[in-house]
């Protein structure tokens, strides 16, 4: 069933949906390349680009992206086979020498970041012509993926020797950039290994392109910033960062309960009125990705007006304070994070972080696509007309 129209844009049978604006989205893009300076940047898309679509995503951003960062070698081959010629980073790396003629053929970029990754490039059997460019992945304080820096020098060399090397870059991931640690022992740490190096360098995630300017180098691989969201709510809100939010999660009020003082609310009953209440029910819930720790309190807007959560978040919806809004009812739009309630406060609310709600978002709930949905000829936009 479908009912599309101007003023109900829900899609589906159910009301429910997130609206992924694609205005908003550039912007973003745009805005942190300001802040990138003279970096390229990777758009990080991975996690189905952080829940708002990865194909949306990329067919959005265009030709406007220096590169896309992601996780899955048949997410890389999807992008490929929609158009995107750019540098696609496989942030993983692979997983197999088997892996390796798909990302010779499909011209992707990976990460190297095992002494077994390196012995599986030299293993393997490609076509004479084929070139893969390598990131080597140097751990220097994360812990996570990376060889150590004093490894680097060999497997430098190692890389080197590969016959299929195309351009041999090196990479770090900083563990503290949105923290009080900072990035200066990790930056110690990366020094000599980039000293006297002259490929392409990256280190900077969200985080440390807005807080560190001195980690930006060739490339950066902002994620989370292209979505509008802070990366260290702590130090700067989006708001104060110049973004604009791109998903908008909004569902509909489908029923009105009238409570009276003592009456609770929800699944444990863990909400009391204290005085008369209305409260309506909306289509939405944990497994929609709202967050099921999300306590009464947590803000939301109703028709435009700011209310809150009561109650437990059940599976399927929740409940919603309509006292004080006298027009708000059956029907009414609740919007769940976006323009009037910002992910960053839900988070807060949920004792969670703004990437997580995103990526959680449950595939049931369909997207809306907001603003112009392709770019004709990124080259020709100028950054104004984007940023307004
Ligand atoms: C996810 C990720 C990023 C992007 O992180 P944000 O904090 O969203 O900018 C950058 N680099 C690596 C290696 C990542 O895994």
Same mark, same amino acid.
């Given at each position: 069933m479908s009912r599309p129209s101007h003023t109900d844009p829900? #899609? &589906?049978? +159910? /009301?429910i949906h997130a609206r992924i604006d694609f205005d908003a989205l550039r912007h973003n893009y745009l805005r942190t390349r300001e802040l990138a300076g003279e970096a390229k940047m990777w758009a990080v898309i991975k996690a189905n680009a952080y829940g708002h679509g990865i194909t949306r995503v990329a067919r959005a951003l265009g030709r406007l992206a220096d590169g896309f960062a992601l996780l899955d070698l048949e997410d890389a081959v999807r992008l490929r086979e929609s158009g995107i010629t750019q540098p696609i980073l &496989?942030?993983?790396?692979?997983? =197999? #020498? $088997?892996d390796l003629p798909e990302i010779a053929a499909r011209e992707l970029s990976v990460v190297v970041h095992t002494e077994e990754q390196v012995e599986w490039l030299h293993a393997s059997s490609l076509p004479v012509a084929a070139r893969i460019s390598l990131f080597l992945k140097v751990n $220097?304080?994360?812990?996570? &993926?990376g060889i150590l820096p004093a490894r680097a020098p060999a497997m430098l060399e190692r890389l080197r020797a590969? #016959?299929?090397?195309?351009v041999i870059g090196l990479m770090t991931h900083f563990a %503290?950039? %949105?923290?009080? +640690?900072?990035v200066t022992t990790q930056l110690d740490r990366f020094a000599p290994v980039r000293a006297g190096f002259n490929g392409p360098v990256s280190m900077a995630n969200s985080a440390a392109l807005l807080r560190f300017p001195? $980690?930006? !180098? %060739?490339w950066v691989r902002p994620g989370i910033l292209l979505y509008g969201a802070s990366p260290a709510t702590e130090y700067a809100s989006a708001a104060d960062i110049g973004l604009r939010p791109v998903m908008r999660f909004e569902g509909k009020v489908i029923s009105e309960q009238h409570l009276q003082p003592g009456d609770r609310v929800g699944y444990g009953g863990t909400f009391t009125a204290e005085r008369a209440m209305r409260v309506g029910t909306v289509a939405c819930g944990y497994a929609d990705g709202? /967050? +099921?720790? !999300? /306590? =009464?309190?947590t803000p939301v807007a109703i028709d435009g007006a700011r209310s809150t959560l009561v109650g437990r978040v059940s599976m399927d919806m929740i409940a919603v304070d309509l $006292?004080?809004?006298? +027009? !708000?009812? &059956?029907g009414s739009v609740v919007e769940l994070w976006g323009e009037h309630v910002t992910l960053d406060e839900v988070a807060d609310w949920a004792g969670t972080a703004n990437y997580e709600l995103v990526c959680a978002l449950a595939l049931r709930v369909p997207a809306v696509e907001v603003g112009q !949905?392709?770019? #004709?000829d990124a080259a020709a936009l100028s950054s104004a007309a984007v940023m307004r």
């Open positions: 829900f #899609p &589906l049978f +159910r /009301p &496989l942030l993983e790396g692979f997983f =197999s #020498p $088997t $220097t304080g994360m812990n996570r &993926l590969w #016959p299929h090397a195309g %503290d950039a %949105d923290g009080e +640690r900072g001195q $980690t930006h !180098a %060739d709202y /967050p +099921r720790h !999300a /306590p =009464s309190g $006292t004080g809004l006298p +027009r !708000a009812g &059956l !949905a392709e770019l #004709p």
